[in-house]
């Protein structure tokens, strides 16, 4: 027995005894030492120990294994006269004593260490599992928008392309001129921008759609079992939410976005992405700010564009991009007194004008190389017909807007070699728009030094301000031809165009009257003050070889040649 009481002493097991009948537990010294009561007390209310919070389950437990006589098993807290906190584990068993009283006899240990080891072991597993949360939180979402990021984004298309959805549609959205927006509010208004973006298009998805950031100013939404009457309804959502400008540091702006809109069903859903790309596509090509939705039309109409875009730089390539010339004559005289080279495709298929292939050249970046070919060729053509004899008057080469404020566009014009009053670039009037800035102004004075003339084109049909004529000062001004066009018995046409005459008279600038189309238009334009006549009157865009050949005939005037 002495053996028991080391064995239990070491162990630091207590036991106790409780008597049903007269409601009484006895401890022994060791379960007294666990729970901090004086020795010699015979009679202790366990509950008086428990912690608070937990005596009405520790209790209930234990009346429980009364009330069903079976054994008896809890966890609970104590505390000790001192206030300190220990978890105990308590353990008993019904039994009759040789009295034939009922009673319940059980063990307590102190297993606070090993609650507290738990505990920290499930704090470790929790951190881990928040850590690894994060990690794949992290992995899986932008970081800057908290959007689905490209990577998982293409895991969920590729789960949605094997089958699993009957339907989905696909919203690839693109932010309009948000490289604009990064150069006026610098990067930390462009990264408000997309946040912004991004709220949007969280707060409009439900249920499993999802929404992306692609890269850059790219976003996407992914509906799957779903039709594109949803993805419009998506997009129109999102355009509600972004109607109201941006605060940014430094001003507000409007943010608008182009969207491609493609659906499939069944195994076609896998060409979703493809598709929505080239919606996206020719919705920034066809004016920005709109939708396009995908079909193979749509497709096919890109492949030719494609496919005329590769046929224009090969052009490019092998000279193909020509000037074609038309000639400009004296309002009183009607004898040539200029060219204006005008841009043509001269192909294997046959001539192609502007309109076939300058819009496609400006949105992809190749008006400068336009603009370079024509002026090389030009300048070519000047030097072939002066070695040949002829008087050549000066020629109107078009240069992009654009252009104009490129800093590398002197040394490349210098390159070339422009003989001096020779030439003349005529510009478009959106230029003037905005006021000048102070590389345009520095170009234009530097253009001005090498001995060419600038003019504006159009007067009278876009945004030119009398301000902007004052500051750049042309040398010379072109009427609109929608103006031109109506001139003949209409009083209030020509009271227009003298007016514009007059102001141009009143800045020192030569005015040249363009759509000139027939002889009678000729005549009212010179006498309203028109010191310069271009149109099908007196002779349509043709090659250098046309051109050479007329201007060999000096003493024709242009309306003789017409005739």
Request: proline share 3%; hydrophobic share 40%.
């Amino acid at each position: 027995m002495r053996q028991l009481d080391v064995a239990l002493e070491a162990s630091g097991i207590g036991i106790w005894q409780h008597n049903l009948r007269l409601n009484q537990t006895r401890w022994d010294d060791q379960l007294k030492q666990l729970y901090g009561v004086r020795k010699g007390e015979h009679d202790v209310v366990w509950l008086d120990s428990v912690h608070p919070e937990d005596c009405a389950k520790a209790s209930s437990i234990f009346e429980e294994a009364i009330a069903s006589k079976s054994d008896y098993a809890s966890q609970f807290r104590i505390v000790r006269p001192g206030g300190e906190i220990r978890h105990v584990r308590s353990r008993a068993k019904y039994f009759v004593d040789g009295k034939g009283e009922e009673c319940f006899i059980g063990a307590e240990w102190d297993v606070t260490e090993d609650v507290q080891r738990n505990e920290q072991l499930a704090r470790e597993r929790e951190a881990a599992e928040q850590s690894r949360a994060e990690a794949k939180f992290a992995a899986e979402h932008d970081h800057l928008t908290g959007l689905t990021n490209r990577r998982a984004f293409d895991e969920a298309f590729a789960h949605l392309a094997t089958g699993e959805a009957d339907t989905a549609a696909l919203c690839h959205i693109d932010i309009d001129r948000f490289k604009e927006i990064n150069d006026r509010f610098g990067h930390p208004g462009g990264d408000l921008v997309l946040q912004h973006v991004a709220s949007m298009l969280s707060t409009v998805i439900a249920g499993d759609e999802v929404a992306a950031r692609l890269g850059g100013d790219e976003f996407a939404i992914l509906s799957p079992q779903c039709t594109n009457e949803r993805a419009a309804e998506l997009l129109d959502q999102v355009r509600q939410g972004l109607s109201k400008p941006v605060d940014l540091d430094g001003g507000s702006v409007r943010v608008d976005f182009s969207a491609g809109i493609a659906y499939a069903r069944g195994a076609e859903i896998a060409s979703l992405l493809t598709s929505s790309d080239i919606a996206l596509y020719v919705a920034k090509n066809d004016g920005r700010n709109r939708d396009e939705l995908f079909t193979p039309a749509l497709a096919q109409k890109l492949n030719s564009e494609k496919q005329l875009l590769q046929e224009l730089r090969d052009a490019l390539q092998i000279g193909e991009i020509v000037p074609h010339y038309q000639v400009q004559v004296e309002a009183s005289s009607h004898s040539v007194c200029g060219l204006e080279a005008l841009a043509r495709w001269e192909s294997p298929s046959g001539l192609r004008l502007p309109a076939d292939f300058l819009p496609m050249a400006a949105a992809n970046g190749l008006m400068e190389f336009i603009d370079d070919a024509i002026l090389r060729r030009v300048l070519f053509d000047i030097k072939r017909w002066s070695m040949a004899g002829l008087a050549v008057p000066r020629v109107s080469v078009n240069l992009s807007a654009a252009r104009l404020a490129d800093p590398r566009l002197i040394d490349k014009l210098r390159s070339v070699g422009i003989p001096p009053s020779q030439l003349s670039f005529e510009l478009i009037e959106t230029i003037f728009l905005d006021r000048l800035s102070d590389q345009v102004r520095d170009n234009i004075k530097l253009i001005r030094e090498l001995g060419v003339e600038i003019e504006i084109d159009d007067l009278g049909s876009g945004h030119a301000s009398l301000i902007g004529l004052i500051e750049l000062r042309p040398d010379r001004v072109k009427i609109d031809r929608h103006l031109v066009s109506p001139v003949l018995g209409n009083n209030l046409q020509q009271q227009m165009i003298r007016s514009l005459i007059d102001i141009a008279r009143a800045l020192d600038m030569t005015v040249v009257a363009e759509g000139v189309e027939t002889l009678g238009h000729g005549t009212v334009l010179a006498d309203l003050g028109a010191d310069v006549l271009q149109g099908f009157a007196f002779g349509r865009p043709e090659p250098a070889v046309a051109t050479a050949a007329r201007l060999m005939l000096p003493r024709q005037t242009a309306r003789q040649r017409a005739l």
